[in-house]
């Protein structure tokens, strides 16, 4: 079963892009998603579907939840939309974890 975990910039003035096209994908789930965004800010309020989780990372940079919910086998996939974090994300993952 896909336990999708979507990391995911929603920072006011870059964000938009971002939360737009990774809401565009989530249409075609199923299954219930955990979202971890960037600390809250002015960007519109969003409709998350209400089957899905939303996390709130300490800041811009951070993916500790999201690292949490891995280790806790929420999450077996997992999708970035986040310039700043791809790479430094993608090292510290399991390695069966698909990114």
Request: proline share 5%.
């Given at each position: ?12 003035k ?62 077996n ?18 390695s069966?974890?698909?990114?």
């Amino acid at each position: 079963m896909l336990k999708l975990g979507i990391r995911v910039s929603n920072l006011e003035k870059h964000g938009s892009g971002h939360i737009k096209r990774c809401m565009a994908i989530r249409e075609y789930i199923k299954n219930p998603v955990y979202w971890f965004l960037d600390k809250p800010n002015n960007l519109k309020i969003i409709d998350f579907p209400k089957t899905d989780k939303i996390f709130i990372e300490k800041g811009k940079i951070q993916y500790k939840s999201l690292l949490s919910r891995i280790r806790e086998n929420k999450i077996n996939v997992v999708l970035i939309d986040h310039i700043q974090i791809t790479n430094k994300l993608k090292i510290n993952l399991p390695s069966n974890i698909p990114v």
